[in-house]
């Protein structure tokens, strides 16, 4: 029996990419040897990071003025590294706290600066975003920080807010999910492991200005600066989840790109919250109806027994990954790009099975 | 033709690693989907990272009060990582420098505090170690870092200093190369990409008491002590990467642990070695003999056109990877513990050819 991926990230990726890469794994492109053991200064990965930086570029339509970068540590660091290298003395960093993620990027900023919450829906157990419309960051702030997809209360923003300073979107968890105005933000990151690859790095999309604001003391690793400079090659870097990234945009890209993997997904998505919105209150989301993820579906049922059950038996199944994260509890469906319909196809079916027998 | 690979990192990896994690690439032990898609928060992971651990602490013997982490970065970002947790205010922190990576070590550390060269190979082009013996690190320094093994310049230290402060060791090229005691070392850190698996992330082995220095500014993910308490788990870690070094691992004691690895190590360079000491001054090792490296084996040709021409006709025999670093030129063998016996004799015989020839 196929066995789907429903798991939060590492997450699956797409069928025809994992056979590629199994087919080339030891000997890429006839060299004789692996991508990952190859030089990160050779031709092969020159080539590979430059398809890479290409694909994401032409699928994103990241302008001219913006660099691509991979950094170590996924979005994680970032949420030091933002701070590090962003703040500017004495002006504030706003930030829209919409989950643990939003916390977590807080309290990193908080060791560097005055940090605000200009917009937080904690006291309704984040379970909507916050009005963008009233979201009103200043114009002398250092940032305007957001996370535009929030993984563990499955909450996405449906629109994005506008903001007089640089706007930052941690978008981990719904990158290439959606076609989206890049040049509305300051700097944009992603851990790789949902959207776009294997863990292992997180990819940086940042306006080329902003490089310029970094301190001197911040150490070379922790600088953009050192990554835009050198294309991502100052120090060697996950060759083989960049080359995994680049088979990953291929695949976009044969799909038809982002319209047409966004026409995908909201059609999964929507199936999937059709389920629960029918199923006489057996199946119960938690989040807004305005506010509902396309890529993390979580929902509740009657009990926390049947919840375990549910999970037990969707494994039986062959399906993976669809217990609530530990903070959360419940279900959740992670249904990224590489989820085929077939997938949501499955789980319907298994709901509809389970609610009748329970 | 087989091609040998010899890069200085990433670099080759045991055949039978890759080929076995190619065959398990799509389907991880019969579980639907490749390891790199499961969840690090999954049982099936747990037991990689368990048994990643385990191996890493049998072979090298590492003793209970040292931890063993994996921190995204490589060994660029411990640079940084180091002294922002291990430098006390006040104490200098000392170096032996000899080359390019202790000099990177060095100019981070002074970000943080009061650096001293106690030893230095660099009025002499770096070409040999230090007296290990006449180094005298203070017993009131923060710490004294040594690098133990240099890629760039080809040296290696044959024995390790006496320390009165925690010493710590750069091992990225050499670690998991021979026997070594672990206990004379307060931190020993290694990028993955030469002896252990693919770029992505550092190993680190810390003795636990040292990771309470860490003053309470330092960020999240630069703290020691997020990894040591999470078991690498405080974030997504880059799993591929530990399943892969599991895998190596694995080879290693198949191959009979580290003294057997250290023998068939010494028997490669010692072959390369007698190839290039007598070849009646064709081939000339900058390096003292008592400071020659096991690991990356550096050489040069009577000229620079020579050696070109030498890069160029090795390809052509199947072996890649023998161009010097772009900052010291001439050739390098990196024969690291997966570049099997038979690549050291393909490349002495190609030597041997190359100088009738030319």
Redesign the interface.
């Known amino acids: ?3 789907f ?1 429903f ?7 797409p ?1 025809v990419v ?2 590629r ?2 087919k080339e ?2 000997d890429y492109h006839g ?4 991508i ?7 031709k092969l990965f020159d080539e590979v990071l430059a398809h890479a930086n290409d694909n994401i570029r032409k699928i994103l339509a990241v302008p001219e003025n913006y660099d691509i970068v991979y950094i ?6 970032q ?2 590294m933002i701070p ?1 290298n962003l703040a500017i003395p004495g002006k504030p960093m706003e930030f829209a706290d919409t989950g643990t993620w939003s916390a ?1 990027a807080m ?2 900023a908080a ?1 560097f600066g005055e940090v605000k919450a200009i917009a937080s829906s904690k006291a309704d157990k984040y379970t909507y975003i916050p009005d963008v419309d009233s979201m009103k960051p200043s114009a002398d702030a250092s940032f305007f920080h957001i996370t535009s997809n929030n993984t563990i209360y499955g909450t996405q923003y449906r629109k994005f807010p506008e903001s007089p300073c640089p706007m930052i979107a941690d978008m981990s968890s719904d990158i290439m999910s959606r076609r989206f105005d890049v040049s509305k933000f300051g700097l944009i990151y992603a ?1 790789a ?1 949902k959207n776009l690859g ?4 997180a990819v940086v999309i940042i306006r080329k200005d902003l490089v310029d604001r970094t301190p001197a ?1 911040v ?4 600088r953009y600066a050192t990554f835009t400079e050198n294309n991502s090659l ?8 960049i080359y ?1 990234l680049s088979l990953v945009t291929d695949w976009v890209l044969e799909q038809g790109g982002l319209d047409a993997i966004e026409k995908v997904n909201d059609r999964k998505a929507a199936a999937l919250y059709e389920g629960i919105d029918s199923s006489d209150g057996f199946y119960r989301s938690p989040v807004r109806k305005d506010s509902r993820s396309r890529m993390n579906v979580v929902f509740r049922l009657p009990t926390e027994e049947l919840e375990a059950k549910f999970v037990k038996e969707s494994i039986a199944a ?1 399906m ?2 669809l217990k609530g994260h ?1 903070s959360a509890g419940g279900i959740r469906a992670s249904i990224y790009n590489a989820m085929p319909m077939e997938g949501i196809e499955r789980l319907l079916s298994f709901m509809a099975d389970f609610r009748k027998n329970n």
């Open positions: 029996m196929k066995v991926n798991n939060a990230g590492p997450a699956v990726l069928a994992m056979e890469a199994q794994f030891c060299s004789g040897c692996g990952m053991e190859h030089s990160h200064r050779n170590q540590g996924g979005a994680s660091l949420f030091a590090m977590k309290k990193e060791l851990g492991q294997p863990s292992g790095m003391n150490p070379t690793m922790l100052y120090n060697t870097p996950p060759t083989f989840g995994m062959g993976i990954g530990r």
